[in-house]
C-alpha cells in the first residue's frame, strides 16, 4: 500500500514530474475535503465517492474484555460511501485502462502549462501597454513642441486675409457706388426717349394738315388753268 510519498510521486509523474506541485496539489485537495467535514457539508465526487460525517448519539456499550456495561458519549465520526464507478473498479467489474489515465495526464499537463505560460503572457500584455503609453507621451510631447511653430505660422498668414477681406468691402462699395451712377444713366436715357417719342406725337398732326392743304391746292390749280385756256377762244 502506497504511502502519501509515494502517492505524491505517483501523481508527480502525472505532472511532468514537478513533485513540489504534486505535492501541493495532493495538500490542496486534502485540506479541501477536511474544511468542507469540519463545516458538516459533504464532499461528494462523482465516480469515487461521498465523504461525510456522521453523528453518533450517546449510548451504553459493553466492555468486550470483561463484560461490563460502559457509557458512550455523543460523538461525530468521519465516514466515506464509495461511489458506483469505485465499487466496479474495486469488484473487478469494470477495469481502470490506461486510456483513461492518458486522458487525465494529458489534461493536467495543459493546465500546467496554461498556468506555466501564464507570466508571461502577462508581462507580454504589460509591456504592449507601457510600449503604448510610451508612444502617446511621446506624440504629445512632440504636439507641444510643435504649438509654438504653428501658432507663428498662423499668425504670419493672419494679416495677407485681413489684406483680402479689407479689399472686399472696397469693392462691395464701388459696385455700391456704380449702382446709383448706372441708374440714373438709365433714367437720363429713358427720359430723353420718352420726350422724343412726345415731340413725334405732338408734330404728327401738325404734318397730316400740311399734306391734306397740300393735296387741296394741287386738286384746285388744274380747274385755273382749264379757264386760262378757254379764255382766248373768246375773243376770236
Same mark, same amino acid.
Given at each position: 500500500m502506497p504511502n502519501k510519498a509515494?502517492?505524491?510521486?505517483?501523481?508527480?509523474?502525472?505532472?511532468?514530474?514537478? !513533485?513540489?506541485?504534486?505535492? +501541493?496539489?495532493?495538500?490542496?485537495?486534502?485540506?479541501?475535503?477536511?474544511?468542507?467535514?469540519?463545516?458538516?457539508?459533504?464532499?461528494?465526487?462523482?465516480?469515487?465517492?461521498?465523504?461525510?460525517? &456522521?453523528?453518533?448519539?450517546?449510548?451504553?456499550?459493553?466492555?468486550?474484555?470483561?463484560?461490563?456495561?460502559?457509557? /458512550?458519549?455523543?460523538?461525530?465520526?468521519?465516514?466515506?460511501?464509495?461511489?458506483?464507478?469505485?465499487?466496479?473498479?474495486?469488484?473487478? *467489474?469494470?477495469?481502470?485502462?490506461?486510456? !483513461?489515465? *492518458? &486522458?487525465?495526464?494529458a489534461a493536467v499537463s495543459k493546465?500546467?502549462?496554461t498556468v506555466r505560460d501564464a507570466?508571461?503572457?502577462?508581462? +507580454?500584455? /504589460?509591456?504592449?501597454?507601457?510600449?503604448?503609453?510610451?508612444?502617446?507621451?511621446?506624440?504629445?510631447?512632440?504636439?507641444?513642441?510643435? +504649438?509654438?511653430?504653428? *501658432?507663428?505660422?498662423?499668425?504670419?498668414?493672419? =494679416?495677407?486675409?485681413?489684406?483680402?477681406? @479689407?479689399?472686399? =468691402?472696397? #469693392? #462691395?462699395?464701388?459696385?455700391? #457706388?456704380?449702382? =446709383?451712377?448706372?441708374? @440714373?444713366?438709365?433714367?437720363?436715357?429713358? @427720359?430723353?426717349?420718352?420726350? *422724343?417719342?412726345?415731340?413725334?406725337?405732338?408734330?404728327?398732326?401738325?404734318?397730316?394738315? $400740311?399734306?391734306?392743304?397740300?393735296?387741296?391746292?394741287?386738286?384746285? @390749280?388744274? +380747274? $385755273? $388753268?382749264?379757264?386760262?385756256?378757254?379764255?382766248?377762244?373768246?375773243? #376770236?
Amino acid at each position: 500500500m502506497p504511502n502519501k510519498a509515494q502517492f505524491v510521486e505517483m501523481l508527480a509523474e502525472r505532472l511532468d514530474g514537478d !513533485r513540489k506541485r504534486a505535492a +501541493a496539489a495532493l495538500d490542496a485537495v486534502i485540506d479541501s475535503v477536511y474544511a468542507a467535514i469540519s463545516r458538516g457539508e459533504k464532499v461528494a465526487i462523482t465516480g469515487f465517492g461521498v465523504f461525510e460525517r &456522521r453523528d453518533r448519539a450517546a449510548r451504553t456499550a459493553r466492555n468486550p474484555a470483561t463484560g461490563a456495561r460502559v457509557d /458512550v458519549a455523543a460523538s461525530r465520526v468521519p465516514a466515506f460511501r464509495a461511489g458506483a464507478e469505485f465499487k466496479a473498479i474495486a469488484s473487478g *467489474a469494470r477495469d481502470f485502462t490506461q486510456e !483513461r489515465t *492518458a &486522458r487525465a495526464q494529458a489534461a493536467v499537463s495543459k493546465a500546467a502549462d496554461t498556468v506555466r505560460d501564464a507570466p508571461a503572457r502577462a508581462a +507580454a500584455v /504589460v509591456r504592449d501597454a507601457q510600449d503604448r503609453a510610451t508612444a502617446a507621451v511621446r506624440d504629445a510631447a512632440d504636439a507641444v513642441r510643435e +504649438a509654438p511653430g504653428r *501658432a507663428a505660422a498662423a499668425v504670419k498668414k493672419s =494679416p495677407s486675409t485681413a489684406a483680402a477681406g @479689407s479689399s472686399a =468691402p472696397a #469693392k #462691395k462699395s464701388a459696385a455700391k #457706388k456704380s449702382a =446709383p451712377a448706372k441708374k @440714373s444713366a438709365a433714367k437720363k436715357a429713358s @427720359s430723353g426717349k420718352s420726350a *422724343a417719342g412726345r415731340t413725334l406725337a405732338s408734330d404728327g398732326p401738325r404734318k397730316a394738315a $400740311k399734306k391734306a392743304t397740300a393735296k387741296k391746292l394741287a386738286s384746285k @390749280s388744274p +380747274a $385755273k $388753268k382749264s379757264a386760262a385756256k378757254k379764255a382766248p377762244a373768246k375773243k #376770236k
